[in-house]
């Protein structure tokens, strides 16, 4: 099968986002199909390009007229998968469904072309709320054409437990790992006795870093006697760290707390750099608010690189391929302060082989997980476009 995975934006050596589109492309070809990554992004002199495997597809030149046409142009896109025998379109939704693209998948349909849509999160609208106005504008336009959309695909992709989105059929599936990409843990204890935690995230209010920050001020406030340290990996914006409507923030309650000591932001890092951190920590922390923007039900990405890691973790929300796995810590979905000493007590009764919880999930590589998704568009008695 000859596929084109499109995307709407470019890639970055940091983002997790573009590690796992890489990773996805990966595992589509490693299933035997010829796939094309197609992207838009900047060349060096500043132009506005839509590119396929690093080629230039359509040059929309520079300025604001240039920004109007790459949100607009899918001529370019459409010609290449009629030239070039595209089978199967695997476009990974930016919240931006408007009129023409809704024209360019139903050229697609009606070529003969199959095309789904992955969703990441689902629902997205509330996540919309704290972001500027001009993301939320597009949000509406989102809002108004996604149904159309919908109907012009054979299924919506989904890491959500939803039968159903915008009126289309879905595919679920769990977000995968690369397990080339992923080291195992190699934990290095502290000699001092010091617990070190570790989340990554490019953080946002539904990750709620702010309840561990909580939680080891109301650990040091009511006795606390060991040395716990919390390193965060990634960005974190100005309004994380001083507070929205939304959630707390973290910087204020490092100081009502004089945590300064015990909470460490190292940025983003990767490679080697991050394998360090990791093993020097011996627990993790996956996202424990994502009630604040009404998920209940959903498969992280973090949580799987954590597994794959093999590094135990804690989590807040409802994720099926992991709710019984012995290496994984529940917390309740409020605003409570993360319970300090139940991790502590967690990680002194237990201990996992990192190689067992990396087993534990090699059923969710991408090579699984994208085969899983063509299959199912190719199955013979798949239900026609729309239906439900």
């Excluded at 890639?11 to 094309?36: P, T």
């Excluded at 959500?160 to 879905?170: C, D, N």
Aim: with cysteine.
């Amino acid at each position: 099968m000859n596929v084109l995975f499109l995307v709407y934006h470019g890639f970055s050596e940091v983002s997790g986002i573009s590690k796992k589109i890489h990773a996805q492309v990966k595992g589509l070809r490693e299933n035997g199909y010829e796939v094309h990554l197609c992207y838009y992004d900047f060349t060096a002199d500043g132009h506005r390009c839509r590119f396929i495997d690093g080629d230039v597809l359509c040059d929309y030149g520079k300025g604001a007229l240039a920004g109007w046409r790459q949100r607009t142009e899918y001529d370019s896109v459409f010609g290449y998968c009629q030239l070039n025998g595209i089978q199967l379109v695997y476009a990974r939704s930016f919240q931006n469904a408007n009129p023409w693209l809704v024209s360019f998948f139903r050229r697609l349909r009606e070529a003969g072309i199959k095309a789904v849509m992955e969703i990441p999160t689902y629902p997205y609208d509330q996540e919309f709320e704290s972001f500027p106005f001009l993301t939320r504008m597009q949000l509406k336009v989102d809002r108004m054409f996604r149904r159309q959309l919908a109907r012009q695909l054979e299924a919506i992709v989904t890491f959500s437990e939803a039968k159903e989105i915008f009126g289309q059929r879905t595919i679920r599936i769990s977000n995968g790992v690369d397990f080339d990409a992923i080291p195992l843990h190699q934990y290095h204890a502290d000699p001092t006795g010091t617990v070190h935690l570790i989340g990554v995230a490019e953080v946002h209010y539904w990750h709620a870093y702010d309840r561990v920050v909580a939680g080891l001020g109301e650990y040091y406030r009511n006795g606390g006697r060991r040395n716990v340290v919390f390193h965060i990996v990634g960005g974190i914006g100005n309004s994380e760290m001083y507070g929205t409507t939304y959630a707390p923030g973290i910087a204020h309650i490092i100081v009502k707390y004089q945590l300064q000591a015990h909470v460490v932001m190292h940025g983003q890092l990767f490679g080697q750099e991050l394998d360090k951190v990791f093993n020097q920590c011996v627990f993790a922390i996956g996202s424990l608010g994502r009630h604040r923007n009404g998920i209940t039900i959903i498969k992280t990405l973090k949580n799987r690189e954590y597994a794959t890691r093999g590094l135990p973790f804690a989590y807040s929300e409802q994720d099926s391929d992991f709710d019984q796995q012995p290496y994984v810590l529940r917390v309740p979905a409020n605003e409570s302060p993360l319970n300090i000493e139940q991790v502590l007590s967690f990680i002194d009764h237990h201990q996992f082989d990192p190689t067992e919880i990396r087993n534990s999930v090699r059923h969710l590589a991408w090579r699984e997980q994208m085969r899983q998704v063509v299959e199912e568009v190719n199955r013979n008695d798949v239900l026609p476009s729309g239906a439900v």
